[in-house]
């Protein structure tokens, strides 16, 4: 296993034996090389149901596009179609897939993680829920892909291990796109009865349109009320709304989060590179390292230690 010259977590060390060197290397330089060898698969053998994702160090697979739901203007729920109807993806709940498509024109290739939103027990798919962002090449190729069309894909890239209780109560800071990773952690906790992890999730978007998997958290917050609570607040709300507005910022966290000097707490946070500047400081260029702790987090008190970076 590769060991940086500098203290890190077990969490940290646990994602760099996962991804392997390569990853470590390839994934901190925008649009480097593929992964290892651009080898690739279509999964498990068709008559023969297994794991579809072993591991960075496994071949690329190519999965077709069975489904395309639009949900708004910008944000699509793509499902892709696993060889067998039995066919698992080898995922754990705060895991993600790397995607790879080469643009024309371009030697290298790019390379995007995504977190899925399906199940990762779910059989026979994997769905995703991806929002199109103006410039940027992976998300406009997914968004512009039909049925019967492939996307490589490689995984699972890990995250944050979860064990049942394994804190006392979690705080989800969620901005845009960044609440996939959430919406897992979420499901995960609330789908075992025996833990009993107390929830806040803190969702900002521009506009009520944007707010992803909403009927999703809504159903759950109604179903576990004495267990998860969601706090929504938009930047450009209509005259409708009644929620939260404006951005996030230190007294709304203080009304929504665990407080940092409450036992056994810790807080998840996930959106875009100004997202993570503000809240808790920027993330490493290379994704499995935190980068420098910072923002609002650690101005109300929050220590390193109490903070996650998705």
Not at 187 to 209: A, M, V
């Amino acid at each position: 296993m590769f060991r940086p010259p500098f203290p890190t977590s077990n969490i940290t060390q646990a994602k760099i034996s996962a991804w392997g060197v390569g990853g470590v290397a390839v994934l901190g330089l925008t649009g480097a090389i593929v992964l290892y060898t651009r080898r690739t698969s279509q999964g498990p053998p068709i008559g023969k149901p297994g794991t579809v994702f072993n591991g960075m160090g496994a071949s690329w697979v190519e999965l077709k596009l069975a489904e395309s739901e639009d949900i708004n203007h910008n944000v699509k729920r793509l499902r892709f179609k696993f060889p067998n109807a039995e066919d698992i993806s080898g995922l754990s709940v705060n895991s993600a897939i790397l995607t790879s498509q080469t643009p024309s024109g371009s030697l290298f290739p790019t390379l995007r993680p995504y977190t899925p939103t399906s199940d990762e027990s779910q059989k026979g798919f994997i769905e995703f829920t991806i929002k199109r962002y103006p410039g940027k090449s992976m998300s406009a190729h997914i968004h512009d892909l039909r049925p019967g069309d492939s996307l490589a894909m490689k995984g699972p890239l890990p995250g944050p291990q979860w064990k049942t209780n394994m804190h006392e109560q979690v705080g989800l800071i969620a901005g845009g796109a960044g609440i996939t990773p959430c919406y897992q952690l979420v499901r995960r906790i609330l789908n075992d009865p025996n833990d009993k992890t107390k929830i806040n999730l803190l969702y900002s978007n521009h506009t009520e349109e944007d707010i992803l998997l909403k009927a999703e958290f809504d159903r759950l917050a109604v179903q576990h009320a004495e267990q998860f609570n969601v706090h929504y607040t938009v930047s450009q709300p209509s005259a409708s709304w009644t929620g939260d507005k404006g951005r996030i910022n230190r007294e709304i966290l203080e009304r929504t989060m665990p407080k940092p000097n409450e036992k056994n707490i810790k807080l998840f946070v996930c959106g875009p590179d100004g997202f993570y500047a503000t809240i808790s400081g920027p993330k490493a260029a290379i994704p499995i390292f935190q980068g420098k702790f910072g923002g609002l987090l650690k101005d109300m008190g929050y220590t390193q230690k109490q903070v996650e970076k998705y």
